[in-house]
């Protein structure tokens, strides 16, 4: 382990899960638990509980569950030594680390890379502020709109225009060039023998993380020169992917489930919304928008606005957009400019009412789609008409809600001045093509979809509920653990999940007087097991009788063990009877005879 596991228990303990929790979701008291919206799905009725008693979260309607830790890591996306980090932090507790091997190597490393973004970040911050150099940097800044007070929030910096000035400062604290280049921050020469700075003579944007560290940067070029790009960013680094991180999402994720995020292309679109008052607007970084991005978002809101700049790669880049965010889940829609201006133009311009107007006015997703689809068609000629029904129609399809999509062909339908009868007649067309092409992988699909279904309406066995139940009164209490444990061994246990789960149970018992379904958490690997487990303890189990209810339980578990192997013995029976292996037979029949007695003796 790295950290010590009484330190993961202590920050643990230090942590109320209904007050971390409550950070995030809006909780309501019902009964001894506190139920609110699931924040891993969505949802319209509260199915999220959280039990203070048990120090645990479950959701009845994703089956998402864990304690304190779980959920931070799932929240925030990071590492379950980040999430005690995370929450040492929160609680005030210093962390030790042990360990070794190529864990704990790859945890140190990260950790310095932290260190060194941040110093480079206050580096860079106090040239800008502190400098002559950077006077001019910082006239800049000020001249695009910009007040001290929001270039302060964001850490914004000014890189000296030498070719190793950070790179001599970094060193002055004890970072070596090795460390320098992992962090992406200094480039190897052609020679292989010399390192150079690789952000010289830029305004700096220090990118952080969901937790505010800093990550990455983003440079600006001050003066035009010739092969040098507008704009340079970090490389992908061990704590780095420009794919997976939103500029200023770390800012905006608290106000994202009151007013949904917006979604810019740069960092100064982000800045100066955030000045104005809208603090949900993030960037990605350097690349159209992704997947990754999209779930990261879907994370903290259900609604999107994309307020790309208005020119064509502009809005190329909205559609490509509008598409990813579809399909994540998220209800989006467009926030647009005149022609020729960005959001941060625009704001400069006309004011934060301005900006408000234009989000009250935002497009839903396909309204966009029915708008811009439309430039450059003469819709009076009936060839054009056709084309124009061949680009909309694959993008009304992908719409979820039937009435929605219902809404949407009565609308084309008047714009074309046609029939629903006539488009509804080419989305048909349309459909059939697709599935033709697609055959193969649609059989597929609905196989999958059909296994789903199945699991998801099947009968729970005796035997499962059985070991669910006793799983919940081995943590109750350490006499009765004692007693099930001479009866039963975690082996005996026929599911596979739950003997991974007993096991683990087995294992702390021995060693403690009490265990809390908290602890058990911490020392299970894998997500199944996780969620199975907050599914087995979530449900409220009144026994009246622990000792009976355990050895009914044992019963049906042994019960089922056996049966499992009288069917298994009879099918080696039938194998035999027409050879000529007599002893064997004789064997298996005598195995099966002394089966059923045990069977026999369970049920009396």
């Known amino acids: ?49 959280v039990t203070p008693e048990k120090q645990m979260f479950y959701c009845f309607g994703c089956g998402i569950g864990g304690n304190v830790y779980t959920f931070i890591m799932k929240r925030e996306n990071i590492s379950f030594p980040e999430a005690v980090k995370f929450l040492a932090n929160r609680v005030g507790i210093t962390l030790q680390l042990e360990g070794k091997g190529d864990s704990l190597e790859k945890f140190k490393v990260k950790q310095i890379l932290y260190d060194i973004h941040r110093d480079a970040a206050n580096y860079f911050h106090a040239n800008l502020i502190n400098s002559d150099s950077g006077r001019h940097a910082l006239e800049y800044l000020l001249k695009r709109g910009l007040d001290e007070a929001i270039i302060k ?8 225009p030498g070719w190793d000035e950070m790179k001599s400062h970094l060193k002055s604290k ?42 990455g940067f983003g440079g600006r070029i001050l003066r035009e020169a010739n092969f040098q790009p507008k704009y340079l960013n970090s490389p992908d680094t061990v704590i780095y992917n420009k794919r997976q991180n939103l500029y200023g999402l770390n800012s905006a994720k608290t106000e994202s489930n009151k007013k949904g995020i917006i979604i810019v292309e740069g960092y100064m679109d982000v800045i100066a919304l955030h000045q104005k008052g809208f603090t949900n607007a993030v960037a990605s970084l350097g690349t159209s928008l992704t997947t990754e991005q999209a779930k990261l978002v879907k994370r903290y809101t259900e609604e999107v606005y994309i307020a790309y700049d208005s020119d064509t790669a502009g809005r190329s880049a909205t559609l490509r957009g509008l598409d990813i965010l579809n399909e994540a889940g998220l209800n989006v829609k467009v926030i647009e400019f005149p022609k020729g201006l960005d959001p941060d133009d625009f704001i400069r311009k006309n004011g934060r009412e301005g900006f ?36 909309i129609i694959p993008h009304l399809l992908k719409l979820r809600n039937q009435v929605e999509k219902e809404g949407y062909i009565r609308k084309i339908s008047n714009l074309l001045g046609v029939s629903e009868e006539a488009l509804r007649g080419e989305i048909e067309k349309y459909s059939k093509k697709i599935v033709a092409d697609n055959v193969i992988n649609h059989k597929n699909v609905n196989k999958r979809h059909n296994n789903k279904d199945n699991k998801r309406f099947s009968i729970i066995p005796a ?6 139940d006793l799983i919940n009164i081995i943590l109750l209490d350490k006499k009765t653990f004692k007693s099930v444990s001479q009866e039963l061994n975690y082996s005996d246990f026929n599911d596979n ?10 294992n702390l018992m021995k060693a403690r007087e009490t265990l809390s379904p908290a602890d058990v958490i911490d020392h299970l690997e894998g997500d199944e097991y996780i969620k199975r487990f907050s599914q087995i303890v979530a449900k409220e189990k009144n026994y009246r009788d622990l000792e009976k209810t355990a050895l009914d339980c044992i019963k049906k578990i042994k019960e089922y063990k056996l049966q ?26 005598l195995t099966y005879q002394d089966l059923l007695k045990k069977k026999k003796e369970l049920r009396m």
């Not at 499992?564 to 029949?589: G, P, T, V």
């Open 497 to 506: 999940l739950n003997k991974e789960i007993a096991k683990t149970i087995y």
């Open 564 to 589: 499992q192997e009288l069917e298994c013995i009879q099918k080696q029976i039938k194998q035999y009877e027409n050879s000529m292996e007599e002893a064997k037979l004789r064997e298996l029949l």
């Open 1 to 49: 382990m790295i950290l010590p596991e009484e330190v993961i228990e202590e920050v643990r303990n230090s942590c109320d899960i209904v007050d971390v929790i409550s950070e995030y979701v809006t909780l309501k008291k019902r009964g001894k638990n506190y139920v609110g919206l699931c924040p891993f799905h969505n949802e319209k009725t509260p199915s999220f509980t």
């Open 153 to 160: 929030k964001f850490g914004l910096g000014y890189s000296f």
């Open 463 to 468: 035997y499962i509920n059985a070991e669910w």
């Open 174 to 215: 004890g970072y070596s060039e090795e460390l320098l280049e992992k962090a992406g921050l200094i480039i190897r020469g052609k020679a292989g023998s010399s390192f150079y700075d690789r952000f010289r003579d830029r305004i700096m944007f220090p990118i952080t993380d969901v937790m505010g560290r800093v990550i």
């Open 356 to 391: 408000l107007e234009r989000i009250n006015n935002a497009l839903p997703l396909m309204d966009y789609k029915i708008k811009i689809f439309k430039e450059g068609i003469d819709l009076s000629s009936p060839v054009e008409k056709g084309k124009y029904a061949s680009k």
